[in-house]
């Protein structure tokens, strides 16, 4: 009896040995990969910023872009004598239009390979998933893309345009010039429904009138419905707030459909020259959009923005907000840590403090208020070379106001 | 009136849609009984194929020809995704008949093998594809009723794809050894049919017309990697409710989805408009288990 109970237990230890010296085998033999790479480069001779996009999945369209932007913004300034006296050193992270594999990356970026500030995000969703690891890892995030607003984190600047620099003054530009009676069509996330929110109250406070509100799922690709609802409530404008690959067959089928910008006033928030490119500068000939800057933007800083910004990655690459907005950003960074003469991100947030950045959008300025920039506002045509044409603009910038807190009938949105 | 009219004419087109993409699981799913979660990857291959099409026309055939290169794709695309279906047929499906569940898991694991294929093969981003010249603009009946050409191409596609599948079934000598196999395996085996021959083209039949379905899909939206998927859960739905092993089951099916959506996506949205549409035949399912179409036979299983 005894000797049978011993047996079984010296049976069950031999195979818990097993197990645990096979797992500590594999753990170690994991482990001792990681810190060879770390020792690489030492820190003293650069400045490591991280840069952290979707390079892959269904934000690619968008994203590669922009990290190409930023990157080419640091090697201007590498080539100008770098910063401090050091180079700075990207290190590249694809978010891989994965939410949660943003999270990850963000973290690695600031605990492994100690980064003096990060550019990125695009969507609000990648944004708000590394928002919290920011937060609690003293971070600093330099987001390049227009957005909700209603958002405005100690850890984050925001160089895209807020609410009141892109949404509200374009629906206010279509009340006067194009008519009252409004549809908003949008993708059924965050972003849409709360723009839509927003846009809802204004035209409530500005005699406006709203006809429909319509969300469609992202990726949908039937709209010949929704197209004939349009046909059918007759309204003077279309407010567009889809995104990604909706725009293609919306435009398309609305083109198909016998309706031209002619017939219908559109006005798109997430359509710009890149996004022109897919959709097909025929399908959109004509049709208006709401930006802060355009490739066609007449500033000096521009003409050599889009020169060099061609020269490097090709003639037939355009330039359009979100780059710019990215490309800014770096500058803009590099601008604070030069006025604090260190990168420690304290400092380097209270130097960023109104600094001013002769932009390709124009003079731009940090507002300290919220991290925004001040911006101006622009509406543009689409026109048949793909291009968007300015048609209107606020000629001054814009002061930032995420939170929509100087309009009356806002007061109920922020909460 | 109009704008009825419109919705009516909508409604027949997103079903011919849908017709076209379930046409092909009506053979696999319905004669076959291979659940095939990588069909909509057919689809995907059928567009794929047709921008391939576009592009070699655009670079290597003359300028004057350009238009004709879609009705080029129509054939190319079924032939390329029906290869793909031979060859998935060979390499996995036939180790797993009469395993559903395995099937399942099988081909699921193939959907996201070649949607990944895809990404590297033509990039992340969708691509899109250029509509030749004659099938741009509108029928026009009068200012407010226009009936875009793309969509009446694609209903008369859809037509000529019925006819000729039910030819093929009913009409040619593979169809009839095909359902000879389908209804009595045994049997055909032993009159000399090579079954499982007739299971490998039947398969690359059934991929073959989700191919074409792509190249149809190609007209109305950009095409990516994930484009089959859109469609996977609709044309499962409209094969069950129609009847699985019935063509004309598959036809009203379609029929029936897709103007109930379209019509529903009238009256509320886009979003309730599905919900209602799935609502009401998880209900009919309820009701008739075997949809709107059954077949007597003598091949109970």
Not at chain 1, 90 to 105: L, M, Q, R
Not at chain 2, 124 to 135: F, H, I, M, R, T
Not at chain 2, 179 to 193: C, D, E, K
Request: charged share 15%; hydrophobic share 45%.
């Amino acid at each position: 009896m005894t000797n049978s109970v011993w047996q079984m237990l010296k049976k069950r230890l031999a195979a818990a040995l097993a197990v645990t010296l096979t797992a500590s085998v594999v753990l170690t033999g994991c482990s001792s990969s990681q810190p060879a790479n770390q020792a690489a480069s030492p820190a003293s001779e650069t400045i490591k910023v991280g840069i952290l996009h979707s390079l892959s999945g269904t934000m690619a369209i968008s994203e590669v872009s922009v990290k190409d932007a930023e990157l080419m913004a640091i090697e201007e300034i590498n080539a100008a004598g770098g910063l401090l006296g050091k180079k700075i050193e990207p290190v590249i992270e694809d978010g891989a239009s994965n939410w949660t594999t943003f999270a990850e990356k963000a973290k690695k970026l600031l605990q492994q390979d100690k980064v003096a500030t990060v550019f990125g995000c695009w969507t609000s969703a990648s944004r708000k998933a590394v928002l919290p690891v920011f937060e609690e890892n003293k971070g600093l995030l330099w987001y390049p893309v227009q957005y909700e607003g209603m958002e405005s984190s100690p850890n984050i600047f925001y160089t895209g345009a807020a609410p009141n620099q892109q949404i509200v003054p374009a629906v206010e530009w279509l009340l006067q010039n194009k008519g009252k009676k409004m549809f908003l069509l949008g993708s059924d996330y965050v972003f849409p429904r709360t723009a839509n929110k927003i846009i809802k109250e204004q035209l409530k406070a500005m005699g406006g009138e709203l006809i429909a509100e319509e969300y469609t799922p992202l990726g949908h690709t039937d709209y010949s419905t929704i197209i004939n609802k349009i046909k059918a409530s007759k309204p003077d404008v279309v407010f567009n707030t889809l995104n990604g690959d909706s725009n293609v067959a919306f435009f398309k089928q609305l083109k198909d459909a016998g309706i031209t910008a002619k017939d219908l006033t559109t006005c798109s928030v997430s359509v710009a020259e890149e996004e022109v490119r897919g959709i097909g500068a025929a399908n959109m000939e004509g049709h208006l959009v709401s930006w802060n800057y355009y490739q066609t933007t007449d500033t000096p800083e521009n003409k050599e923005f889009v020169k060099n910004y061609k020269a490097k990655y090709g003639a037939d690459r355009v330039t359009d907000d979100p780059i710019e907005a990215a490309y800014i950003a770096v500058y803009l960074w590099a601008e604070a840590v030069k006025k604090a003469g260190t990168t420690d991100i304290e400092q380097v947030k209270e130097a960023a403090k109104g600094i001013e950045f002769k932009a390709p959008e124009g003079l731009v300025k940090i507002e300290g208020e919220n991290q925004h920039i001040w911006k101006p506002v622009r509406i543009g045509e689409v026109t048949a070379d793909g291009l968007i044409k300015e048609i209107w603009s606020t000629g001054q910038t814009v002061r930032p106001d995420p939170y929509l807190k100087t309009y009356d009938w806002a007061k109920g949105l922020s909460n | 009136m109009e704008t009825y009219i419109l919705q009516l004419f909508n409604g027949i087109s997103v079903s011919s849609i849908y017709i076209l993409a379930a046409l092909g699981l009506a053979i696999t799913f319905g004669l076959m009984k291979v659940i095939n979660m990588a069909h909509g990857e057919f689809i995907m291959i059928g567009a794929y194929a047709t921008y391939v099409m576009q592009n070699i026309f655009l670079h290597y055939v003359d300028k004057s020809l350009f238009g004709y290169y879609f009705v080029a794709a129509i054939p190319v695309a079924f032939l390329v995704a029906g290869a793909m279906g031979f060859l998935l047929e060979g390499a996995v499906i036939k180790h797993l008949y009469g395993r559903p569940l395995d099937s399942i898991l099988a081909t699921w694991g193939i959907s996201l093998v070649l949607q990944q294929l895809a990404r590297s093969i033509f990039g992340a981003p969708n691509v899109d594809v250029q509509s030749p010249g004659w099938l741009e603009g509108a029928l026009v009946i009068s200012q407010g009723l226009q009936f875009p050409y793309k969509r009446l191409f694609i209903i008369v596609l859809v037509i000529a794809c019925i006819i000729g599948v039910f030819v093929f079934l009913y009409k040619s000598k593979y169809g009839i050894q095909i359902r000879a196999v389908m209804q009595n395996r045994a049997m055909a085996a032993s009159l000399g049919i090579n079954t499982r021959l007739v299971d490998a083209y039947t398969f690359a039949v059934g991929s073959g017309i989700a191919g074409i379905a792509g190249c149809a899909l190609t007209l109305l939206g950009s095409i990516g990697s994930t484009v089959g998927t859109y469609y996977i859960v609709d044309t499962f739905m409209v094969v069950v409710l129609g009847g699985v092993g019935t063509l004309l089951g598959t036809i009203a099916g379609g029929l029936v989805i897709g103007t109930a959506n379209t019509t529903f996506e009238f009256f509320t949205n886009t979003s309730l408009g599905k919900v209602l549409v799935f609502t009401l035949v998880i209900l009919f399912l309820q009701w008739r288990p075997k949809g709107l179409f059954t077949i007597n036979s003598r091949s109970l299983d």
